[in-house]
């Protein structure tokens, strides 16, 4: 009788796991759907040609070979990593209504989604320590930020944020499904998902909060500190000129920060708190804008406000 129970249990738990799930879109826009895909469709292309184009330059102009533009190639590669997870996906919703995505290729989705975006945050704090390593301790730069410690940093962002979001996938997978299988939603977010579960998913929001707070709270911190340094070193320059041209260093990567972490702190904190006034499909166009902005933006802004990179194009053509 106890063996015949765990098997039924063990049927009763895999008949309520679907095989896969329907992403609606932007529910309530849907006759929009095609006008909405213009301006994505329109961004991706930016952040792919903008990145891959500043990973090659980078790469190939000897100029550019140090440690503040090798951070910047990370952060390249994360973000034309991150929005291709979800835009290609988006598109064919949009564009071919093809809403169905597999069960596990959902949770591979949501996996890569978040753990990109914790990447993110953590490659634009190692940017901020690089910017304070810089002004404050400039005759050490070269020496502390040497290739491997780079790459050492690198991997340690990488590897934190894999173990942060691993647990994501084992709590959504533990849920049970038999309210359907519709996610109102372009892709598949870890709280869409598990809102769409019968089962208690309290542990997925507490979690969830947890690992943004962890990974978020602590990179801003980080960031915050690297500033307050910076601005006293500035502040006590001599030269009101060279204060100037050492904080003028840091525009680009205050830009990318603001970019960043405005929209994602309204989607995590919206979406547990007091988001109910917000209509969906508000919070839906908000985080696709929170994934395709960074993406679109930083090229534009690091090619702009830097005079190395504006030469290396000219050189490049």
């Given at each position: 009788?106890?063996?015949?129970?765990?098997?039924?249990?063990?049927?009763?738990?895999?008949?309520?796991?679907?095989?896969?799930?329907?992403?609606?879109?932007?529910?309530?826009?849907?006759?929009?759907?095609?006008?909405?895909?213009?301006?994505?469709?329109?961004?991706?292309?930016?952040?792919?040609?903008?990145?891959?184009?500043?990973?090659?330059?980078?790469?190939?102009?000897?100029?550019?070979?140090?440690?503040?533009?090798?951070?910047?190639?990370?952060?390249?590669?994360?973000?034309?990593?991150?929005?291709?997870t979800t835009v290609p996906n988006m598109l064919c919703i949009f564009w071919f209504n093809l809403k169905?995505?597999?069960?596990?290729?959902?949770?591979?989705?949501?996996?890569?989604?978040?753990?990109?975006?914790?990447?993110?945050?953590?490659?634009?704090?190692?940017?901020?320590?690089?910017?304070?390593?810089?002004?404050?301790?400039?005759?050490?730069?070269?020496?502390?930020?040497?290739?491997?410690?780079?790459?050492?940093?690198?991997?340690?962002?990488?590897?934190?944020?894999?173990?942060?979001?691993?647990?994501?996938?084992?709590?959504?997978?533990?849920?049970?499904?038999?309210?359907?299988?519709?996610?109102?939603?372009?892709?598949?977010?870890?709280?869409?998902?598990?809102?769409?579960?019968?089962?208690?998913?309290?542990?997925?929001?507490?979690?969830?909060?947890?690992?943004?707070?962890?990974?978020?709270?602590?990179?801003?911190?980080?960031?915050?500190?690297?500033?307050?340094?910076?601005?006293?070193?500035?502040?006590?320059?001599?030269?009101?000129?060279?204060?100037?041209?050492?904080?003028?260093?840091?525009?680009?990567?205050?830009?990318?920060?603001?970019?960043?972490?405005?929209?994602?702190?309204?989607?995590?904190?919206?979406?547990?708190?007091?988001?109910?006034?917000?209509?969906?499909?508000?919070?839906?166009?908000?985080?696709?804008?929170?994934?395709?902005?960074?993406?679109?933006?930083?090229?534009?802004?690091?090619?702009?406000?830097?005079?190395?990179?504006?030469?290396?194009?000219?050189?490049?053509?």
């Amino acid at each position: 009788n106890a063996l015949l129970s765990v098997i039924m249990s063990g049927a009763n738990s895999s008949s309520l796991t679907p095989g896969f799930f329907i992403l609606n879109g932007i529910p309530g826009l849907e006759t929009a759907h095609i006008w909405i895909s213009l301006p994505f469709c329109f961004m991706y292309i930016i952040a792919v040609v903008g990145n891959c184009g500043l990973i090659y330059l980078i790469s190939h102009e000897e100029a550019l070979h140090r440690p503040r533009y090798y951070f910047l190639v990370l952060l390249s590669f994360t973000d034309v990593t991150s929005c291709t997870t979800t835009v290609p996906n988006m598109l064919c919703i949009f564009w071919f209504n093809l809403k169905e995505i597999d069960f596990n290729t959902c949770l591979a989705q949501m996996f890569f989604v978040h753990m990109l975006t914790g990447m993110e945050s953590g490659v634009l704090m190692l940017m901020a320590l690089d910017r304070y390593l810089a002004i404050c301790y400039p005759l050490r730069y070269a020496t502390i930020l040497t290739n491997p410690v780079i790459a050492k940093a690198g991997l340690a962002t990488f590897l934190r944020s894999v173990i942060f979001i691993m647990p994501f996938t084992f709590l959504t997978k533990r849920l049970q499904y038999c309210q359907g299988n519709f996610i109102p939603h372009t892709y598949c977010d870890h709280m869409s998902v598990a809102k769409v579960s019968c089962g208690n998913y309290k542990a997925n929001a507490i979690y969830g909060l947890l690992a943004a707070l962890l990974i978020g709270g602590f990179d801003m911190c980080c960031i915050s500190v690297s500033y307050t340094m910076i601005l006293k070193t500035v502040v006590s320059l001599s030269s009101a000129d060279a204060g100037h041209k050492a904080f003028s260093t840091c525009t680009s990567h205050i830009c990318a920060i603001v970019i960043t972490y405005v929209p994602a702190l309204f989607t995590i904190f919206t979406h547990r708190f007091g988001g109910q006034n917000i209509p969906h499909h508000v919070h839906i166009i908000i985080a696709n804008l929170y994934l395709m902005l960074p993406p679109t933006l930083n090229p534009i802004v690091y090619g702009v406000k830097t005079k190395q990179i504006q030469e290396g194009v000219m050189k490049l053509f």
